[in-house]
């Protein structure tokens, strides 16, 4: 894990505004492969969802991975409602049928608006300090460029769930990132996407690091 995130600092150095702020791994598992993979993305932006399937598709076939986009699997109604436990038990029976062996579920949790001010409001009647505590309290003002800065973070979660024949509900992997302000959507997603293969490659998940010659220097 130190390794990750240690990875990950590097990794984030040049990335947008896409963070992975936690990661858990069954501890059960070291490898674990894939032939066939779901991708589903939930969110209620029907273009983003499409958008965001159809380029993680990409990023696994170049890994030589076969993955299906939910939207070319499941009806068009089907997630327009709420489903039952049962009817979820059919889909997890229907995918096997299939030869699915995983699922990487992504979802986006919720947004908040933040207002980055780093002091909280003075009670003025109350505030009987001086200039010295006033200015050292307050000059962040001159040279912080985002000390006003409003923004919108959104929260996501990314889990890899093994579907293999009697462990159909077997979490694998889970991480949490924030999306922080997202202006271009087509960035995000791609941001995004490649976060999530970088964390599932160094964890040896589906995608596999080159191992480097022993011996050789």
């Known amino acids: 894990m130190k390794k990750l995130i240690g990875l990950l600092v590097i990794f984030l150095i040049g990335c947008s505004s896409v963070e992975l702020v936690h990661s858990w ?62 009817e979820l038990d059919q889909v997890e029976a229907l995918l096997l049928d299939r030869d699915f062996d995983a699922i990487l579920f992504t979802k986006i949790m919720g947004s908040e608006n933040r207002e980055v001010f780093r002091e909280k409001m003075i009670d003025l009647e109350n505030y009987d300090s001086g200039f010295r505590e006033d200015y050292l309290s307050s000059q962040d003002i001159y040279y912080d460029e985002g000390y006003y800065d409003e923004y919108t973070v959104y929260h996501a979660e990314t889990s890899l769930y093994c579907i293999c024949i009697g462990k159909e509900r077997d979490l694998i992997w889970r991480g949490a990132l924030d999306i922080t302000d997202p202006i271009d959507v087509r960035n995000t997603v791609d941001d995004y996407i490649r976060l999530v293969v970088f964390a599932l490659e160094d964890q040896d998940l589906i995608f596999h690091k080159e191992k480097e010659e022993e011996g050789v220097l």
């Open 25 to 86: 791994k069954n501890p059960e598992i070291v490898i674990f492969d894939a032939q066939k993979v779901l991708i589903v993305g939930m969110t209620s932006n029907e273009d983003a969802r499409e958008m965001y399937e159809t380029r993680l598709v990409r990023e696994f076939k170049k890994r030589d991975v076969e993955a299906v986009r939910s939207i070319d699997l499941f009806d068009v109604k089907f997630t327009h409602s709420a489903r039952s436990e049962e």
